[in-house]
């Protein structure tokens, strides 16, 4: 090729959007043109004479060593996909197009950057991952784990914590943190609220580049390299529901590609997170008695069978009490509905604190409340527990400057001796506590 045609096709080659690479068998770097500096942040005068892998990121060396022997063995490629390290440290992805000139000794690459088509990409499967989950999660629990999932196939991850305020700042809580290196804790509760409400303050992403909001565990974080922490608020429907702790993995940060991505997860987790709020408190609602807070009449069914078939497995007695509040209206027509109102939500603590947390207390309605007893021993258990009802109920309790002591007729039904299915047993506990509350012989 005569020299002034190839002048012209290299002046040509130096107005091209991609990087032209020339690099030897030995992986150095002949010749670049000047687009180099636009996707990788170098010179040219700083990339020729250095190897590539110089460039590379980490974790593509194998894979990418693998493809440059194919190519010089003579076999072309279009469409290989591998990332590098811009000059700013941020990560770049690069689609090749590559053969080998057997003439020139050289490999001839043309670099494509497709960082923003990969960040478009990860965008919409995060969409739809979390859209996913936000439907297939049971509960809060479950979607939050989800969520960390699928963060993490974003963004270099060392561990996740979820703040929710329920749209009330002063009342921030963290219903999740998980540390993927250990069991520790993730975060000091303490210095991560101060954070988190100047997030949520703000309205902005706070990023650090320190261990300040690392849980005490005995190990020396700077032995470990600085992790780097992004807060981002949650934010759904222009109102704050919480916020989101991201740790990095030791030595990693979370570049400005990364933020815009999270930025956009966030909005959708914020989302996901509101419908799952949303769907706990109607299940909650079905679920449990709203002015006392024990299960309904519903619920209780469902652990009453619960109960009965673990019992039947197990081979193992339980018991049913039945609690029906003696003389209950006269404290409605004299006091009047909210302190007969408090008095039900006085009993239904007293009776929790009567029985073990795997034990359930519901109320069926008015001022008559059940009580599933598993894994007792037999009926001395189930007496004891009849007294402690009956002593807890007694104590005086002040309402409206009136005090007042409760006594309760209680019906007591044993599995297997009085039936061994739920409406057998549950009508042997209810003629009981009849029979108490008349007076009536045996």
């Known amino acids: ?98 053969r080998w000139s057997e003439a020139d000794k050289l490999r001839i690459g043309v670099a494509r950057d497709v960082t923003g088509q990969k ?34 196939r974003c963004v270099p991850l060392a561990g996740l914590a979820v703040a929710t305020c329920m749209h009330d700042p002063d009342q921030l809580g963290f219903p999740y943190q998980r540390n993927d290196d250990n069991d520790d804790p993730l975060i000091e509760e303490t210095t991560a609220r101060k954070l988190c409400e100047e997030v949520l303050r703000s309205g902005q992403p706070l990023q650090l580049t320190h261990d300040a909001l690392a849980a005490p565990s005995g190990v020396d974080a700077a032995a470990q390299g600085a992790s780097a922490w992004l807060i981002l608020p949650l934010v759904a429907q222009r109102e704050a529901i919480g916020v989101l702790i991201l740790k990095a993995r030791p030595g990693a940060s979370y570049s400005d590609k990364d933020r815009e991505l999270l930025h956009f997860v966030s909005a959708q987790v914020a989302t996901a997170i509101e419908r799952g709020q949303l769907k706990a408190r109607l299940l909650r609602a079905a679920q449990y008695d709203d002015l006392t807070n024990l299960p309904n009449r519903r619920l209780f069914h469902d652990r009453l069978a619960t109960a009965l078939a673990r019992a039947k497995r197990k081979q193992r007695p339980m018991a049913l009490l039945y609690i029906d509040i003696d ?20 009993i239904a603590r007293c009776l929790e604190g009567c029985v073990r947390k795997a034990d359930t207390v519901a109320r069926l309605g008015g001022d008559e409340f059940v009580m599933i007893l598993e894994d007792i021993h037999g009926p001395h258990d189930a007496l004891a527990v009849i007294e402690k009802i009956r002593t807890a109920l007694q104590e005086d309790c002040t309402i409206d400057g009136t005090r007042l002591h409760t006594v309760a007729s209680i019906g007591l039904a044993l599995y297997p001796e009085h039936g061994t299915e739920a409406e057998a047993l549950l009508k042997h506990s209810d003629d009981r506590m009849y029979h108490e509350k008349t007076g009536r012989p045996d």
């Not at 002949?30 to 004479?49: K, L």
């Not at 297939?136 to 993490?152: V, Y």
């Not at 209950?328 to 007969?340: C, M, P, Q, Y």
């Open 119 to 152: 960040l478009a990409e990860a965008m919409q499967a995060a969409t739809y991952a979390v859209s996913e989950a936000a439907h297939s999660a049971k509960d809060l629990d479950s979607l939050f784990s989800l969520i960390h999932a699928i963060i993490a």
């Open 327 to 346: 003389d209950f209206k006269r404290v409605n027509d004299t006091l009047g509905h909210s302190a007969g109102d408090r008095l039900l939500q006085h």
């Open 1 to 98: 090729m005569d020299q002034p045609l190839q002048d012209r096709l290299l002046n040509c080659v130096d107005l091209l959007l991609d990087a032209v690479f020339l690099v030897d068998a030995a992986g150095h770097i002949h010749y670049v043109n000047p687009a180099c500096e636009r996707i990788f942040g170098y010179t040219q005068a700083e990339m020729i004479g250095q190897r590539m892998v110089n460039f590379l990121y980490p974790e593509d060396l194998a894979r990418t060593r693998e493809e440059s022997l194919k190519i010089m063995a003579g076999f072309p490629r279009v469409g290989f996909e591998n990332r590098y390290v811009h000059k700013n440290g941020q990560i770049v992805h690069i689609m090749w197009s590559a």
